[in-house]
């Protein structure tokens, strides 16, 4: 057998088989020894052991034969060829570096690019294109399994969504390697696989999603997710050495499912963006290729607007322009700008982005030079500068001046510091960079903002990361420390998740190992780069170093030398070349650091006066770009720095800034712990050569990427385990030859056939483990036992060799023998041939023989003719039962049709029906769900109540505490005041004693004269005077100052007063808009509404005219498939057609057949008769006419086929117009539907910008509030204030007492109108909210009024679709009697259980009327409402159980149907083969018929030469006896005559030879005839045996169907007169339905009333709690100012304490003053100046108090003001109350209203009751009618079976005239067989009905379970409603009893509330009576 050739894909994946299994590469290896020895060139060589020298062996190489001595331990053993090219590496015996790289390289020389090796898929960069990313290769990779299809990154990617979609677990693909080994090419290739696989939009088709190579159809957002590559790669990737379009960022892309696995949305996060490659480049290298995209691509206006210049002038790009080959810039930048418009990015935003990239290119022309004799930069040639300032929007000059003289904070004044030419070089170059990471990281906000448009909910997620690998290169800087230690961690995360696979495949087999846990390995190294403390980490040194000044690389890497120096992992290079470098041992190998410049890229410092200018820029995008410039390292740190450490930087304050270590750490850690929630599969990309060249494979270069990668890492970790496991059964078949005599004969299990055959090997326990299914080995094991086997195997083999040799040459010595003895008979035979030949005797006989077979050929002719009309015969007849047989085929077909339509319609009214009790099904929960929200919130009003209940006995409590303290503090108050007329009274004493002093000075002055001789004597006296003068000073000065001090407060008062004054005309204008917006809004909503209506009666006609297109859609598709089966009955007409033409050609070719042998007989005979030749012209006549009927057959089928196929034509373009018919109509529609979408989606918009504006005047209304009381919490500090400095002033002087009196007169009068003012505002409020409340309510009433009508029109349509259902059912119940005819008395048990289920429906309608009763006496329509809608419930649960039963019904009507299809293509199917082998036999038995006439011809021939032969003997005897007896005297002749004796005896001894041999071949010939004729007759009745069975089996199976065709008749005339029947009761069932919409839609209404009062009460509670708190605020207030009232009496107290004590010591003052005051004269004179003093501070104090009196009159007049508004304030509530008692009338109307309706509701009551009463007596009747037609059709079975039996009789009859006994009893014992296993049919039917009502009863009880259950919990949570109700009556009255006294704005917010409560119930009773009104209408 040739195999079929691998296509040109398959070659790049698939391995070839035959290369592997070659038994000559299997000897080689077994008796060469061959090892891997290390190669400098190759890595590792092969070469064979010849001898081993101890510690060193002898080897030769393969490839040369050359001899070399190598190291015992250098060598590494090579695995069996077995193993050659393996798709997981993980399985190699031999697993060593040399294993892996043979195996990777011999693969990628085959062009297999990707190998497993365990978790990893090792990827090798092909550099060309290979035809395996095709979509045939995606969907051969499609739900595939990994050992299923060979490894691909599409495999690792299938496995990965699949394990995502069934574990629900979120995926990771984890692809790491070097620069250019195909990472970024294989997350491309994951992406689109993921596109294709898991599109949203997997039919349609965009040209745009065309990919180059491959056609893939992609949706809106696997397009985005696709272009999102080209953007990044423009902006992020450059060409390097290694690489032409080289990643220089690290990724992570997430991508989003949902939960059916489509694509929802994505995310992509960098890391690591290579900035600095805007600024350098090597030679050959390129920048980021957007820069020469657009200095290529753009236009000549882009290129004005851009300021673009050639690549040569631009000094940041080094090498100028560096072509890609195979990529033209200009292409590509159109590509860029394509993915860029498909992301959604605008015009403005694109050329945006492109200034920016300008102005990178165009800041490296900026030059600076230094001043002649200084430091100082200058900027001689600012063209560059004014490009980079006008593609930004910034100003020049101040750009220059930013960056050569910045200013700089230097502690806290700014400087201007002058900058040095490299420090504004190295400005310049920071801000590059900066400038390009921002656009950057802007484009990816913008790229995921798209990706993650979609509202959609992601269930997982699968993340593909995209970073660089493990890398050593000769200069390792912190880019590379920050790859490597991701790299650690990625390999830590491998090892671990590789550690808990081991540990679960051990734990499921069941194997003792000792667990350790590989990720542990890496901790040290990682805990050296990243610890915070104890001792700090790399990264928290280098960011502690940060923060200090006077830092430098040098003493970073002296303080990591000192804290890590002892650490493991860590090392200090041996040859220092600088002191910034250090080592660190990596799990890949040792690394170099060089830590240069270290501390700078850790800062990332800017020039903050240049990022100022960019966020003031008059470009928006710029602004955006530098939005957040406050985390920016500015130059005033880099000021800090020392000469010796620039160009580092130092960190002033921590949180100031965030390093990009710390940066880059925490979003690590955030990746880290994404991975280790996710399941990650790992791919690493290795790079084969530098050169980019294909087929070469550099060998150390590879396996330093393996180690790097950790690919050898994980095969270090196979090796401490069990990497080889076999299969039990696989271990068995292989190795068995091994252990041969170990396992005994028999069955054994394969297991211990393991264990016997390992223990028959002798191996150590320490080798292997014996799992549950598998047996382990350690490594090197199943290589050792390969050699074994194969030793065993050449020994079998050379035995084997051995004995066939043997066999050979016995054969060929056989052979030999036997064609000797052959030579010699032939010679015989030639010897006898050679005598004959001359012989005349001979020639007679060869001419004669001919000629004896004429005389018979007349009779073989007629014998034929005959034959021939028997067969014609036949052949008619089985003509004329074809044509029956067809036409009961066609008929059959037909009927079989219409049952499928009928089927097929049944069907479509099942899954409406199953709709409508799903829908039935998720309203009762939605409904259970309400009651379950009212219970609990039943429960929780009542916890609510109870705690309100205690909170009222504590407010009652305290309130009582309170009114005790107010008595004892006006007790306390009117004893002040008593105190205070005294104290006013002495006051007047002291003046008058003032004024007699006053009297005695003037005397005292006269008598001065007299006292000056005593001054000397008193001098001693004054000077202790003068000190206390001194101190009176210095107290007036003190006074004084609190006085002006007190003045400047009572100023600031007054203006904060004339500022609340504002704010309240401001809140009461503010109010007044508000309510006007408010009038406003509703108005709009009216309209809105009129314009809601407006559209939904559009919808509903449009809906109608849906249903009409529906409707001719259907009527169309039913065309359709009549033509369908039209078609197929044509093509079934034209395959019978062929049949026939092949039957006939098969007759055409057996005819020229016989025709032929006819001829080949006339032709031996042509020499014979004339008669001959007529009766061959006449044969050949005869064959014409043949010919000619065959001729004319054929060209009538062919006119019959032409015909047939135009009519198949005709029919296909009818039906393809019908088609584009119905897809038009389909399109019209789908656009009707999506403008009418369009409309709703404008309208809800309108609606939601209504709501939201709303809003926003509640939350303008609610600030306003809070300024309010922030206005009267201000006010209230005030007064509090003055007051307190009242009391100040009655302390510091006693003659303002007077004055204060007054002012606390005016502060109380102030108190009591500021307590009016916040007793209008709270009333102001309550009305504001109580409208609010109405509004709210008017709204809710509004989408309710909308709810009931779209629950109307849902219960509409319900009922609708339930009468349908009822219609199908009815059909199903027709179909279901004639099936339950043998089941009658099942029938009777159901009659009684429906009795049962109707006494029990009695019993709880006598129930419902006790509850009626019970909830009449309460008057509660809720209630009653709320019964009969679990009633209709009730019955809606009962016709969905008996739709149940019907769908059961019906699908077991479905199976019958599929069982007689499957019937009918048995049949069919035996039918044919039944012929086909009839006219295989036919063909047998002319082909023997034709044998036999030749055998039985050359049989007569034999016999007439025999015959002849014995004839010419008897005449030559004679002759002979009369030559003897005639013997005359003649003498002369008896010499002759005795000549002629010998030659006549020689004659007769050779006639007797040629007579024996012609006797021995009659008597072989004989013997052949007698077999034939046994053989013909045996094979005659074998034939005619077939014949009969396949006949009597074709009738047996005719009668069937014929039987099966007369059932289905009657079946369908039974369903026709139940359809009539069906149809009547449909009608009645809709009149019934009808009245119970009515019923429905006052149900409907109860309930929603029923909804509408408990959110009224749940209102009232919630106002009732909003009072509750009022007045727990009021009371606290109240506490507080309480508390505030009794330091204020203390302090008061203390006061007049000090009052007293003060008087106290005046009046000893005054005693000594008069003892003294003879003394005291001189000094008096001497104070004169004092007193006029005195006076002058008198004065100044009444000009004060007329101060003081004009602004009590200013208040008086505000006082006033007031009042007016007070009065004001009372008519608006005198209105709001004739509003009230205007209300009051319309809730007394509303009442009347309802107890009419509860009226009305009573009468239907009563109707429904008489209606089901009418529908009892419907059912029963309709029941006597159905058991009517169960007899009737039990009869017509009966009559039936009688007819049946009768013509099985007479059929049994024929059956023995034509049948022998043993065909009888073969016949009786199949008829017994199939009337067994139609009783076993019968059987299982019955027990399945059985089943079905069993089940149908169980469900009855458990619904009629169910609906008491729910009554019940229906009554009681009614019971609980109304105890609720009147709890919160009494709750209510409490409440107002309570709060009369306290609170005077209680009662109007109970009148407000009650108010709402009655405008709402006069809304509800006004909407039900409309809605009455339109249904009545209706």
Known sequence: ???????????????????????????????????????????????????????????????????????????????????????????????????????????????????????????????????????????????????EVPPHIYSITDNAYRNMMQDREDQSILCTGESGAGKTENTKKVIQYLAVVASSHKGKKDSNAQQSGSQFAYGELEKQLLQANPILEAFGNAKTIKNDNSSRFGKFIRINFDVTGYIVGANIETYLLEKSRCIRQAKVERAFHIFYYMIAGAKDKLREELLLEPFTSYRFLIAGHVQIPGQQDDEMYEETM???????????????????????????????????????????????????????????????????????????????????????????????????????????????????????????????????????FEDNSFEQLCINYTNEKLQQLFNHTMFILEQEEYQREGIEWNFIDFGLDLQPCIELIERPNNPPGILALLD???????????????????????????????????????????????????????????????????????????????????????????????????????????????????????????????????????????????????????????????????????????????????????????????????????????????????????????????????????????????????????????????????????????????????????????????????????????????????????????????????????????????????????????SILEERNTLQEQLQAETELYAEAEEMRVRLASKKQELEEILHEMEARLDDEEERTQSLLVEKKKMQQQMQELEEHLEE??????????????????????????????????????????????????????????????????????????????????????????????????????????????????????????????????????????????????????????????????????????????????IKRDLGEELEALKSELEDTLDTTATQQELRAKREQEVTLLKRAIEDENRTHESQIQEMRQKHTQAVEELTEQLEQSKRVKSNLEKAKQALEKETSELTMEVRSLVQAKQDGEHKRKKLEGQVADLQSRFTDSEKQKAEFGERCSKITIELESVTNLLNEAEGKNIKLSKDVSSLTSQLQDSQELLAEETRQKLQFSTKLRQAEDDKNSLQEQLEEEMEAKRNVERHVSTLNIQLSDSKKKMDEMTGNIELLEESKKRLQKDLEAANTQFEEKASAYDKLEKTKNRLQQELEDTLMDLDNQRQNVSNLEKKQKKFDQMLAEEKSISSKYADERDRAEAEAREKETKALSLARALEEAQDSREELERANKALRMEMEDLISSKDDVGKNVHELEKSKRGLEAQVEEMKTQLEELEDELQAAEDAKLRLEVNMQALKAQFERDLQGRDEMGEEKKRQLVKQVRELETELEDERKQRALALAAKKKMETDMKDLEGQIETVNKGRDEAIKQLRKLQAQMKDYQRELEDARAAREEVLTTAKESEKKAKSLEAELMQLQEDLAAAERARKQAEAERDELSDELASNSSGKSALADEKRRLEAKISQLEEELEEEQSNMEILNDRLRKSTQQVDQLNNELQAERSTAHKNESARQQMERQNKELKSKLQEMENQVKSKFKSSITALEAKVAQLEEQLEQESREKQASAKSMRQKDKKLKDLIMQVEEERKQAEQYKDQAEKSNTRMKQLKRQLEESEEESQRATAARRKLQRELDEATETNDAMSREVNSLKSKLRRGNEPSFSSAPRRMGGGRRVVDDTLEEDTDSQNDFNGTKSAE
């Open 969 to 1146: 503090e006006e007790d306390a108050r009117q004893k002040l005041q008593l105190e205070k007329v005294t104290c006013e009274g002495k006051i007047k004493k002291l003046e008058d004693d003032i004024l007699v002093m006053e009297d005695q000075n003037n005397k005292l002055l006269k008598e001065r004269k007299l006292m000056e001789e005593r001054i000397s004597d008193f001098s001693t006296n004054l000077a202790e005077e003068e000190e206390k003068s001194k101190n009176l000073t210095k107290l007036k000065n003190k006074h004084e100052s609190m006085i002006s001090e007190l003045e400047v407060r009572l100023k600031k008062e007054e203006k904060g007063r004339q500022e609340l004054d504002k704010a309240k005309r401001k809140l009461e204008a503010e109010s007044n808009d508000l309510q006007e917006q408010i009038a406003d809004l509703q108005a709009q909503i009216a309209d809105l509404k009129a314009q809601l209506a407006k559209k939904e009666e559009e919808l509903q006609n449009a809906l109608a005219r849906l249903e009409d297109e529906t409707a001719q859609k259907n009527n169309a598709l039913k065309k359709i498939r009549e033509l369908e089966g039209h078609i197929s009955d044509l093509q079934e007409d034209l395959d019978s057609e062929r049949a026939a033409r092949n039957k006939a050609e098969k």
């Open 1 to 147: 057998m040739s195999k079929k050739a691998p296509s040109e894909d398959e070659k790049f994946l698939f391995v070839d088989k035959d290369l592997l299994n070659s038994p000559m590469a299997q000897a080689d290896w077994s008796a060469k020894k061959l090892v891997w020895i290390p190669s400098e060139k190759h890595g590792f060589e092969a070469a064979s052991v010849k001898e081993e020298r101890g510690d060193e062996v002898l080897v030769e190489l393969a490839d040369n034969a050359k001899k070399v001595t190598v190291n015992k331990d250098d060598i590494q053993k090579m695995n069996p060829p077995k193993f050659s090219k393996v798709e997981d590496m993980a399985e190699l015996t031999c697993l060593n570096e040399a294993s892996v790289l043979h195996n990777i390289r011999e693969r990628y020389f085959s062009g297999l690019i990707y190998t497993y090796s365990g978790l990893f898929c090792v990827v090798v960069n092909p550099y060309k294109m290979l035809p395996i990313y095709s979509e045939k290769i995606i969907d051969m990779y499609k739900g595939k399994k990994r050992h």
């Open 544 to 890: 502690e170093e940060c923060w200090f000044p006077k830092a430098t690389d040098v003493s970073f890497v002296e303080k990591l030398m000192n804290t890590q120096g002892n650490h493991i992992k860590f090392a200090k290079p041996k040859q220092l070349k600088d002191k910034t470098e250090f080592s660190i041992l990596h799990y890949a190998g040792k690394v170099d650091y060089n830590a240069t410049a270290w501390l700078t890229k850790n800062m990332d410092p800017l020039n903050d006066n240049v990022t100022s200018l960019l966020t003031n820029s008059s470009s928006s995008f710029v602004q955006d770009l530098w939005k957040d410039t406050d985390r920016v390292v500015g130059l005033d740190t880099i000021a800090k720095m020392t000469d010796s450490s620039m160009p580092s930087a130092s960190k002033t304050k921590k949180g100031m800034f965030r390093t990009v270590g710390q940066l880059y750490k925490e979003s690590l850690a955030k990746l880290m712990t994404t991975l280790h929630n996710t399941q990650p599969n790992f791919v690493r990309c290795i790079i084969p050569n530098h050169e980019k060249r294909a087929g070469k494979l550099d060998a150390h270069l590879v396996l330093e990427q393996l180690r790097c990668n950790g690919v050898l890492e994980g095969i270090r970790i196979c090796r401490q385990g069990f990497p080889n496991r076999i299969v039990f059964q696989e271990f068995r078949q292989r190795y068995e030859i091994l252990a041969a005599n170990a396992i005994p004969k028999g069955f054994m299990d394969g297991k211990q056939a393991c264990c016997l055959m390992i223990k028959h090997l002798d191996l150590d326990p320490n080798l292997y483990r014996i799992g549950q299914s598998k047996i382990f080995f350690r490594t090197g094991v199943l290589a050792q036992l390969e050699e074994e086997r194969d030793m065993k195997i050449t020994v079998i083999i050379i035995a084997f060799q051995a004995q066939a040799r043997g066999f050979l040459a016995r054969r060929a010595f056989a052979k030999r023998q036997q064609q000797l003895t052959a030579m010699k008979v032939i010679q015989r035979n030639c010897a006898a041939y050679l005598k004959l030949r001359n012989w005349q005797w001979w020639r007679l006989f060869t001419k004669v023989k001919p000629l004896l077979q004429v005389t018979r050929q007349e009779e073989e002719m007629s014998l034929k003719d005959e034959e021939l009309q028997r067969s014609k015969e036949i052949a008619i007849k089985y003509e004329s039962e074809l044509k029956e047989i067809t036409l009961k085929h066609t």
């Open 338 to 472: 394509e993915a860029m418009s498909i992301m959604g990015l605008t015009e403005e935003e694109r050329i945006d982005i492109l200034k920016v990239c300008s102005t990178v290119m165009q800041l490296g022309n900026i030059e600076f030079k230094k001043e002649r004799n200084q430091e100082q930069a200058t900027m001689p040639d600012n063209t560059a500068a004014q490009k980079v300032c006008h593609l930004q929007g910034i100003n020049v000059t101040d750009f220059t001046r930013a960056m050569l003289t910045p200013r700089i904070k230097v502690g806290r004044e700014v400087v201007q510091k002058a900058q040095t030419k490299e420090q504004a070089d190295f400005a310049v170059e920071a801000l590059a960079k900066a400038m390009f990471e921002r656009l950057f990281l802007w484009i990816l906000g913008r790229v995921n903002k798209a990706l993650d448009k979609t509202k959609r909910q992601g269930a997982s997620f699968l993340g593909i990361l995209d970073i660089a690998g493990f890398e050593i």
